[in-house]
């Protein structure tokens, strides 16, 4: 059963799903829609276009779908989009695209702590954690299951790859390379993030190549094209140093070492 406390305002146009709970001064725009089971606790404003996936939770004051504040706004049909099982904490902010059809996305099962900001376009994984405060700029892509920790700033356009822990108060300017424990500012890497593949069960050959390719990109005098070289000519290459080596290929800022 749906359930709107008397005092929101929900527009009559909105979509709730089945167990939806809108708790007391919330306001939802017409072209929202919520899926089942998600509950606003209370003074949530959703606005825009946006959806909002199945059995999150969103607690007060948090404002998703507003419009970018990015300058170069000039109108358009721009949204957000959340997936299921995701919390989003106290004060939190998730801003629309700035062009015409673009979307701002944050995936399943994420944690995104209390004053969090996630701006126009960005692509946040499923299973990311931003703790309070951390903020990301526009057209950010947070891969999979990275954790960004309180008070990180994130430059406009940076990667952050998938299982990757940024520490508190971090400055990120360049691409943050998966599986890697980034932290500082300016920002440097300190190795593996051996916890979060232990976690995650990855296995330890794959650790070990991860742990070597590590070496050789950030310890070694190497250019990055040389240290990639030198990495996919001595490594035996699996899932994971697959993904690291694409993704320094790929990268247009280059990356933290």
Do not use: W
């Amino acid at each position: 059963m749906t359930v709107v406390h008397p005092s929101a305002v929900v527009a009559k146009e909105a979509v709730l799903g089945e167990g939806v709970e809108v708790g007391p001064f919330c306001v939802v725009g017409p072209q929202v829609v919520i899926g089942d089971g998600t509950r606003l606790m209370s003074h949530v404003v959703l606005d825009g276009r946006t959806r909002i996936g199945q059995r999150c939770i969103v607690f007060p004051f948090a404002s998703l779908g507003t419009q970018t504040q990015d300058l170069k706004f000039r109108g358009g049909q721009t949204s957000v989009e959340i997936g299921n099982e995701t919390t989003i904490r106290e004060y939190v902010t998730v801003n629309a695209g700035t062009n015409e059809g673009e979307v701002t996305r944050v995936g399943s099962g994420c944690h995104i702590m209390a004053y969090s900001h996630v701006a126009h376009a960005c692509r946040v994984g499923d299973g990311v954690i931003m703790a309070n405060g951390a903020t990301l700029a526009g057209e950010v892509v947070v891969e999979d299951l990275a954790t960004i920790g309180g008070l990180v700033g994130v430059h406009q356009f940076v990667r952050i790859g998938t299982m990757c822990m940024i520490g508190g108060c971090s400055k990120l300017t360049q691409d943050c390379m998966p599986y890697m424990i980034v932290d500082g500012n300016p920002a440097k890497v300190h190795g593996i993030n051996r916890i979060g593949l232990q976690r995650k069960n990855v296995g330890e050959d794959a650790q070990h190549q991860l742990k070597q390719a590590f070496r050789i990109m950030c310890r070694e005098s190497h250019t990055t094209s040389e240290a990639l070289q030198k990495i996919e000519s001595e490594l035996q290459g699996g899932h994971e140093l697959n993904h690291l080596v694409a993704f320094i290929r790929a990268s247009e800022r280059g990356v933290i070492k």
